[in-house]
């Protein structure tokens, strides 16, 4: 069984993915040789120049054509680096949800990793996450577990995307604040949670911006590789029909997990996009 549900496309993604699942002990220094090899081919393009007998305008998109190949490339390696987080963590990532009668039926069968998702997170951060499941399932959180909910995959989809937006959100502000803290610029009574309630406007929407185009898109896949895409039609009067989306049943558990495992991959990926731009310089800001 594949270790993630994404499948890889380039041949930097492919590679890292079969060390991944016959020798993962050798992931991080092979994510870092790929690393040096993109940079390589950066640094090499640059001091390219066009033949005289080609034409500007083919060699300018050849170029173009070898930059979106590095970004898939970067993309698929940012990717790996949260996988082998998982790994590192003993976390088995909830497999590609398949077609059945009840799809997220997997998800409830699945083992029961809460505490193991739990335990990767500070505890001031793991008290704004209980909030956040709150939020999401309501009081039912302290409910029984088992009791099985109906909830369109679109819908799921939209709730995992969150979180793992919600993680990487957390997992910066938290930085901050642990830094703020051991440097004693903070008072000792002072929590996450007060932090981040008297941070500017302006402060808050930076760190909850995603920093580059390639986490972006790791998020939209990623939770297409679980749900699928979207079926979404537009009607004949504009507007959005979703009336072909799946309804499932899950328990409050499986949802429960399911949110734990998106904060996770968000937290991974603030990791991973901090990790690779120290190696490869990839965001703009």
Not at 127 to 144: A, F, K, N, Y
């Amino acid at each position: 069984m594949p270790v993630a549900p994404l499948q890889f496309q380039s041949p930097t993604g492919q590679l890292l993915s079969q060390i991944m699942q016959t020798h993962p002990h050798l992931l991080p220094a092979a994510i870092d040789q790929q690393l040096d090899q993109l940079q390589s081919d950066r640094d090499t393009q640059k001091l390219e120049k066009p033949p005289p007998s080609q034409d500007p305008l083919l060699y300018r998109r050849i170029a173009e054509v070898r930059e979106k190949d590095r970004q898939k490339s970067l993309e698929e390696i940012v990717y790996c680096f949260i996988v082998q987080k998982f790994l590192e963590n003993d976390i088995l990532m909830i497999p590609k949800i398949s077609p059945s009668a009840y799809p997220t039926g997997q998800v409830d069968f699945w083992p029961n990793q809460g505490q193991k998702l739990e335990s990767i997170h500070s505890p001031d951060a793991m008290d704004m996450i209980q909030s956040h499941l709150t939020l999401i399932l309501g009081e039912r959180v302290i409910g029984p577990l088992n009791t099985i909910v109906q909830i369109s995959k679109l819908k799921l989809g939209k709730l995992y995307a969150a979180s793992i937006m919600y993680g990487y959100f957390l997992k910066r502000v938290d930085e901050r604040y642990q830094l703020e803290r051991s440097m004693n610029t903070l008072p000792k009574s002072y929590k996450l949670r007060s932090y981040v309630m008297y941070l500017d406007a302006e402060t808050l929407h930076r760190y909850a911006t995603i920093r580059s185009n390639e986490a972006v898109a790791l998020i939209e896949k990623q939770t297409q590789a679980l749900f699928g895409r979207p079926d979404i039609k537009i009607a004949d009067d504009g507007t959005l029909d979703a009336s072909n989306d799946e309804v499932v049943g899950i328990s409050f558990s499986g949802l429960t997990m399911l949110v734990l495992e998106a904060v996770a991959f968000g937290s991974f990926l603030w990791e991973a996009e901090s990790y690779v731009e120290s190696k490869y310089h990839f965001l703009t800001n």
